[in-house]
Every structure is written in C-alpha cells, then in structure tokens.
C-alpha cells in the first residue's frame, strides 16, 4: 500500500463539480474548528464564483484528499470581508484553506499542492497577457498558524507578521507571495 500513498501518485487539478466540492467538507471539518472552517454553502460559493481557484490532489481511486480554496479580494492581506465574497476585479488571491486530508498528512501533499497552485496563479497570468484581457493577479495571500511558517516559507512566501484579523482562538500571521517575482526552479506544472 505504501507506493499508492506517495504525494507523487496524486493528480492534482481543479475541481470539477460540486460533488466534489462536498466531498471536500468533511476535510474543512477535520482540519479547523468551528469558528475557523467554512461552511458547505461557502465552499460551495467560492467553487461557483472562483473554479479556477480552488485545487484539489486526487489520489488513484478519484478521492480528493486534499485542496486549496481561495478567493479574490482588491485588499493586499487576507481580510474578514474577503471569507465571504469573490471580487473577480480584486488582484490579491486570498487563500482561505490549505488542507489535507489526516490520512494523507505528513506525506508532502500540502508542500506539492502549495508549489502546483503557484504554479497555475503564473499560467493563469500568461493566458490573460495572451489574451489581452482579464484582471491579472498580484499576490497570494493567507493567514498561517505561527507552527506552519516555516511550510509556507519553504513554499516561497514572506511573513509579513501578526495579523489584525481575528479567526477563532488563534494567533494568525499573514503570509505573502508576490507573483511577479522569479519562480525560481522548483514551481511545479499543473498535470
Ligand atoms: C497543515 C497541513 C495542510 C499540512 O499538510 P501536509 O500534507 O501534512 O504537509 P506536508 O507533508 O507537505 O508538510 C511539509 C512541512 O510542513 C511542516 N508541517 C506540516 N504539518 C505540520 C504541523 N502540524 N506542525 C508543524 N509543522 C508542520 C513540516 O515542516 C513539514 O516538513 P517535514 O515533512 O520536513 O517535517 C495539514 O496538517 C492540515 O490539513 N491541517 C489542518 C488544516 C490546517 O491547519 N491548515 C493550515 C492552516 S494555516
């Protein structure tokens, strides 16, 4: 069983549906409490108003087992207001979940999807340059546990400090990759 359980094996891609976005929840559910999840209705809002933004890894059977959801936002950090809406003019992509399923944890999954959807905010830049059209987007944004820095700093992002946002209990740091900087070699394509 091992070989099938290797971060390597996993397809990474967009959702497709909103099945699979359900089949999501109950990784939110697992991963924050209450007051720090979304909702099935909010995932399923940002999977309507931002596909493009939500990535998910699939292991061999076709079972999300870990995804990224964000949203755009005109602010330059992770704002309340931001959780709940989709501003299709807003530059800042402001990611709102990194989450793996616990099976899957520990195995490199949240560091693959990290790299891929950096990966794809660049693609997704050049096709709106080709096409000569579009709200290119500036940054990517997020709030991170204080234990998870150093996973998103290997990710290439900077941390910028404590955030003023209040989630939950927790102490938040905001946490910033501008995408107009060199992606260096180890951004990972999209499969
Ligand atoms: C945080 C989370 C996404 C990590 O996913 P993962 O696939 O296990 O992460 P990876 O295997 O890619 O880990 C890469 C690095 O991240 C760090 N890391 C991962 N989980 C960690 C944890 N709980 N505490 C401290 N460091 C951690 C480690 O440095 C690890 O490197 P190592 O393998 O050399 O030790 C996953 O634990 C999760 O879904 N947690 C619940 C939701 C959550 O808290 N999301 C993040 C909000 S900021």
Request: with cysteine; proline share 4%; glycine share 8%.
């Amino acid at each position: 069983m091992a070989q099938l359980e290797a971060a390597g094996d996993l397809e990474l891609r967009n959702l497709r549906s909103e099945d699979e976005v359900r089949a999501a929840y109950p990784l939110e559910v697992a991963g924050y409490s209450a007051e720090e999840g979304a909702s099935l209705e909010s995932m399923l809002y940002r999977f309507r108003q931002a596909p493009h933004l939500f990535l998910g890894a699939f292991d061999q059977l076709g079972a999300i087992v870990g995804y990224i959801m964000s949203t755009q936002v005109a602010a330059p950090l992770v704002t309340h207001a931001s959780m709940g809406t989709h501003d299709p003019d807003g530059s800042t992509v402001c990611i709102h979940s990194v989450c793996v399923s616990p099976r899957w944890q520990g195995k490199g999954v949240a560091s693959r999807l990290l790299q891929a959807y950096t990966s794809s905010m660049r693609e997704y830049n050049s096709r709106l340059d080709s096409a000569g059209s579009g709200r290119r987007l500036d940054r990517l944004a997020m709030l991170s546990r204080e234990n998870l820095l150093p996973l998103y700093e290997r990710a290439g992002y900077t941390t910028l400090g404590r955030s003023s946002q209040p989630v939950g209990t927790e102490s938040w740091y905001d946490c910033v990759l501008d995408l107009h900087t060199d992606p260096g070699q180890t951004a990972e394509t999209l499969v």
